[in-house]
């Protein structure tokens, strides 16, 4: 006979009170534990199984499931120019690329999904490197395998192909460099062996949230060559491709990365046609849309979007080049030494952190969006990335100073 909603309530006390009964026992030493279990497998026998269910499922059903978090970290561009790489072999113990960029590891942590910009092939096999009109980019492919496993050593999780290098070693050298990323363990975004893989997302996960980082360039300086047919780079002039993968990307991921190398000269400030597909990218989909190809850092927005909130950064300059080489502190530089050489703003590097959390009802907010400032050290053992802690007092300060107001208020900067 079915129990009474009463009788069964009534149950569920005693089999209660013989289980707190027994923790008690338990608590006091008693010389007779099995009498209590004995008790209380007497009394749950008792219990209809339903009974026993409710008493031992206390929850109501429907609490909804807690909200998830996520941290996105992004740097600028990685450019292995000739003087970048000139003392790569004095650091080999170290690794090159992980000797001259170690402070970041230190700062990117293991739940973070962080992503950078690859602006240079990782071989010399096709292109005489440093050489031409303009000069092609290039490292022997030993190099290029440290490069990437040194990547991967610092703490980025994803890198994108999409440059106006990328085919600066063929499409044959564009074929090694994602062959190399992969194999140390990075994914790879703006480029495949089809023109439909170039297009789509990497996504990865953390804490249950998925993440998918895709990008693309305005702008391809050389040729691919021979492999035209079997290596492509993601690239799009008027955006439409972009928003297109966008839209699909949104349909695999919670947090959805785009990319754009605009196609730009290095100081040029971002015009009307760049803003306009950046607010086209967000209303696809793109939580975070990133610039790239700017030399210098530019202004990072909060912005409102059909999923809650987004970010726009306009221009993340570059982690990792040989910019700013000649700058001395001169305050008038000559005319004649070109700007990128001497203008100290090239040198400037920001590690940027967007914390999104995941609401109840599916829409995103923006908890934090952080920097640490950084700056590239050109010296005699070679180019370096350092805390500004590490510099002198003034010139701490002022590029302090010239971080906190490229990238704006939305931002908190740290050194």
Do not use: K
């Not at 009394?43 to 206390?58: F, G, K, Q, T, Y």
């Amino acid at each position: 006979m079915q129990a009474s909603g009463t009788d069964r309530a009534a149950m569920v006390h005693r089999a209660r009170g013989l289980l707190v009964s027994m923790a008690l026992l338990g608590c006091r030493g008693s010389a007779r534990p099995d009498a209590a279990v004995a008790a209380l497998d007497a009394a749950v026998a008792d219990v209809p199984r339903e009974a026993a269910v409710e008493a031992a499922v206390d929850v109501p059903v429907d609490v909804p499931a807690p909200s998830r978090r996520v941290v996105v970290t992004l740097g600028g561009d990685i450019m292995l120019h000739r003087g970048v790489l000139a003392h790569f072999d004095e650091h080999a113990s170290q690794g090159g690329v992980a000797w001259a960029l170690n402070w970041i590891a230190a700062l990117v942590g293991p739940r973070e999904v962080a992503l950078g910009w690859l602006d240079s092939p990782l071989t010399d096999a096709f292109r005489p490197p440093f050489a031409g009109a303009p000069p092609a980019l290039g490292t022997t492919p030993a190099i290029g395998r440290s490069v990437a496993r040194d990547l991967a050593r610092v703490g980025l999780d994803g890198v994108c192909l999409a440059t106006q290098h990328a085919y600066d070693q063929m499409g044959d050298g564009l074929t090694q460099t994602a062959a190399a990323l992969r194999g140390a363990g990075l994914g790879v975004a703006g480029a495949g062996d089809s023109d439909e893989a170039a297009w789509t997302p990497w996504v990865t996960e953390r804490d249950g949230m998925r993440v998918a980082f895709l990008c693309f360039t305005q702008r391809v300086q050389m040729a691919p060559g021979r492999n035209a047919t079997h290596a492509a780079v993601a690239q799009s002039l008027d955006g439409a491709r972009a928003v297109a993968a966008v839209t699909a990307a949104r349909a695999v991921a919670d947090v959805v990365v785009a990319g754009v190398q605009w196609n730009r000269a290095p100081f040029r400030p971002i015009g009307e046609e760049q803003r306009a597909l950046a607010r086209q990218l967000v209303e696809a989909g793109a939580d975070v849309v990133v610039g790239t190809g700017v030399v210098a850092q530019g202004r990072v927005e909060r912005v409102v979007s059909p999923r809650g909130d987004a970010v726009i950064a306009w221009s993340m300059g570059s982690m990792l080049s040989n910019y700013g080489a000649q700058w001395r502190g001169l305050d008038n530089p000559s005319p004649a030494i070109e700007r990128v050489l001497v203008d100290p703003a090239t040198r400037d590097v920001a590690l940027m952190r967007a914390q999104f959390e995941r609401m109840d009802d599916g829409r995103l907010s923006l908890v934090t969006l952080t920097a640490n400032a950084l700056w590239m050290q050109h010296g005699e053992e070679g180019v370096r990335v350092v805390p500004l802690r590490l510099l002198e007092t003034n010139l701490r300060r002022a590029r302090a100073r010239a971080v906190g107001e490229a990238l704006g208020p939305a931002v908190r900067v740290r050194e």
